[in-house]
């Protein structure tokens, strides 16, 4: 499996922005796919995520703010981030997993930074 997000990018506080991440190969139906980010000196942590039926987790943080969803033809998940605040600068990182396999896969990371 082969995950490719969209760039991210430089963005004022209180703008919006919006990641996509394709996945290809051998895609189970049931699955789920998130978002993470890793901000500099800390861990990765979760962003969002959806599973195949549809059903979302957000971290408590970010609700109000963030919003995720998915495209199941096309085998893609977006993140639409509104009020960006410079602590939301991170590397964000596609995830995928099999909901009844093991196996995880990771995106290259694209960085979001937001500064004045």
């Known amino acids: 499996v082969q995950l490719q997000a969209s760039e991210g990018g430089l963005v004022q506080p209180g703008e919006s922005l919006s990641l996509s991440c394709a996945a290809s190969?051998?895609?189970?139906?049931?699955?789920?796919m998130a978002w993470y980010r890793q901000a500099p000196g800390t861990a990765r942590e979760l962003v969002a995520s959806?599973?195949?039926?549809?059903?979302?987790a957000l971290a408590d943080s970010l609700k109000g703010r963030f919003t995720i969803s998915r495209n199941n033809a096309w085998n893609m998940v977006y993140l639409q981030m509104n009020m960006l605040k410079p602590e939301d600068t991170a590397v964000y990182y596609c995830?995928?997993?099999?909901?009844?396999?093991?196996?995880?896969?990771w995106g290259q990371g694209t960085l979001v930074t937001v500064s004045s």
């Open positions: 959806i599973t195949s039926g549809g059903v979302t």
């Open positions: 995830n995928y997993r099999p909901m009844y396999r093991r196996g995880e896969y």
């Open positions: 190969g051998s895609i189970f139906s049931d699955n789920v």
